[in-house]
């Protein structure tokens, strides 16, 4: 049997989320479908992170285990012959069989899209946040600085989960304007359950003038959903990359992708 690490890049418009689902149709039932129809058996595939409903992706990361025996880029080719145009898998890679996509990542980039003019989107209708009214981008940033560091998230965690461990590192919490466009930038080694979605729900409450910048000190400090803000739409979320620390011998980035460059 040999693990290969793959990376995907998907529009979530018309799925359920990543996660299998009885009849419903999810990125990753679609993905073990056309693993099916290649293997004839069905591997069951692992991701980095369990998407929502409406999330989009330009590098998640899973793996799977198989003894077919296809090289790489009979495997890319093969994959993709088979999977539907909003989809797409761009590389495959073999991997020693302790890597997990899920636990053996070591960093992950989430970049969060409002669409922020007075008119509505027809190209990005699915895939921005469309805010109406003009947002104060200052005070967003003065916002987004006090979050960054190694912090209990639990304010910005949505219920239900299975997660006990509300501390995460977020390296990078960025926010630049480019016309109408505001891009929202979160690196951390670990998310919580709706958490980008969360904190860019607050920030842009903060930009509203619904809230003061330095209320993100209290929102921490309260470790209650009930302090932050609400929870952004999904379709402007997109999850960019993965990151790993050594795979084969060579640090691994899953992909670096000019996102802005892809999306407008």
């Not at 993965?242 to 996102?259: I, W």
Request: with cysteine.
């Amino acid at each position: 049997m040999t693990t290969f690490k793959v990376v995907i890049e998907y529009d979530g418009t018309a799925y359920a989320g990543w996660q299998r689902q009885l009849n419903t149709v999810t990125v990753q039932g679609t993905m073990e479908q056309a693993l099916a129809a290649i293997t004839t058996e069905r591997p069951s595939l692992v991701a980095a992170g369990r998407t929502d409903a409406g999330v989009h992706a330009l590098g998640q990361v899973a793996s799977f285990r198989t003894d077919r025996n296809l090289s790489p880029r009979e495997w890319l080719r093969a994959l993709n012959a088979h999977l539907p145009p909003d989809i797409s898998v761009l590389s495959v890679e073999p991997v020693p069989d302790a890597f997990h996509a899920r636990y053996s990542a070591t960093g992950k980039l989430y970049e969060y899209h409002v669409l922020n003019r007075s008119e509505r989107a027809a190209l990005l209708r699915e895939r921005v946040w469309l805010i109406y009214k003009p947002l104060d981008v200052v005070a967003m940033q003065e916002a987004a600085a006090l979050l960054r560091g190694t912090h209990d998230f639990s304010a910005f965690q949505t219920a239900p989960t299975d997660n006990e461990n509300p501390e995460c590192h977020l390296q990078q919490a960025d926010i630049a304007r480019r016309d109408d466009l505001i891009v929202l930038s979160f690196y951390a080694d670990r998310f919580l359950k709706q958490m980008v979605r969360s904190m860019v729900g607050t920030l842009v409450e903060v930009g509203r003038g619904k809230r003061p910048a330095a209320d993100m000190s209290r929102v921490l400090a309260a470790r209650t959903r009930a302090a932050a803000g609400r929870t952004a739409p999904a379709h402007g979320l997109y999850l960019v990359r993965v990151d790993y620390g050594t795979v084969n011998g060579q640090a691994s980035k899953a992909l670096m992708v000019p996102t802005r460059q892809h999306l407008v």
